[in-house]
């Protein structure tokens, strides 16, 4: 039985996609790769992998049902202890949030505020479960040095040791009390110390404006969390710095405000994403939550990330995972999807009505859907966004992560990439769903193959 569904696989995959092995070898003929140098999709060629490397790029001939292989997504702040329901992670879900990563095209995550995860590398290994790399910041340090619980997960200040286990990556909480701000002497200090002590010091601002300004005047090389409204960039900075936006943290905060118009977007994930539709999709309560004294509103953010379109190309790409709504994967799809329509320039825009009213896209964003690109354009004269988003969600973030395939699908690289049957860069529904993924050579993600004559 084993061995029949084995061979019906290998037979469905055949059918639907080039020459695709279970195994860490593999041929596919007349496919579209990602030049990570032009930013956009090169000719066809023949692509070989050896041993999960990529051994042969070879000219081909066109065809007209092509494929598009996209270079493995880098996502570089995900918690994977936490279930994106407000609870833990229990042992038995591990296995699908891995697969809810894959399943977005992502090869490599950085888990940040975890407690150590070697564990969970043993875990994996032991139970073979498909993961994508997992890399792991050292333990975040906190300022101001507020009222730490027992068994806490942060350290205070930088005095905790290093680990040798985890990178170099040093998060270091900002958050200020009572528009108090920092000591910038001190933060300057303890910067230098990091960078000294071989760390890459990494500030996480939770979106405050006090926190972004001082970790942009103290030096900070890398800066998460949303960009506050007034926050004043000198050019220097602009040129500078490393931003991940994580905008899809306050988006969903937004969205609870709003139940109907919450759900009306859990089924546009659904058909993005086939985990989050399978698994996740009836997991969230919208009904009767309370809203937050400090609740941040998102719109306060929005226009922030329009005006610093020159920041753009220094963007890194962080979903924020394990926040409440956003699951392995599909936190991804909210997150570009909202740079997607942000970056938009406003001659692409159009109106959204329904029933003679504005649409919710356009009550939060202004008069106009999130329908960026049309669907009949020539793939050579595609939208500048979209291209930016993919180096950003490979080569940038990726490097910044340090993985093994640098965001490149290279002749000696390892062999992590997605696979498109339209061209990302043109499709209506944008750079996802994918198709299938391979990571080291290997199928680790592939849709359930359905019955002939069976709704897809």
Known sequence: MKNRRLLFLSLFLSAFAPTILLSQNLKMKSVRIWDSEKSNFGGFVDLEVVQGKIISLKASAPIVQTKYLLPGF???SVTLGSNARGGKTGREEIS????GFLAAGFSHIESVGDPNASNLQTEISKSKWLSPIITQSQKPALYP???LRKETLYQSGLSGSPDSKRNRHLPIFLKEVENRGFSQTELFAKRREG???GYLPVAYTFADKTSWEDALD???AVIFHPMPEGTNLYRAQKRDFRWAPMLSIMYLQELKSNPELGKEEVQIWSRLHSVFGSRWKDSLSWEGDEESSEKISFSQYKSTFQAEAEVGKNLLFASGAGHWGLFPGQAAIVEIRLWETLLAKPEERKAEFVNGQPGFWASLFGSFSPSILSTNRDPESVSQIRREIIQTLTLRTC?????DHEGKIRVGGPAHFSIHDENPLKRASGIFPIESM???????????PTKEGTAK
């Open 195 to 197: 960078e000294e002590r």
């Open 145 to 147: 040095e507020l009222a």
């Open 74 to 76: 880098c996502d570089a």
């Open 399 to 403: 490097s910044y992560m340090g993985a």
């Open 438 to 448: 391979v990571l080291g050579g290997k199928l680790v993600y592939t849709p359930k």
């Open 218 to 220: 103290t030096g900070f």
């Open 96 to 99: 699908t949030y891995l697969s």
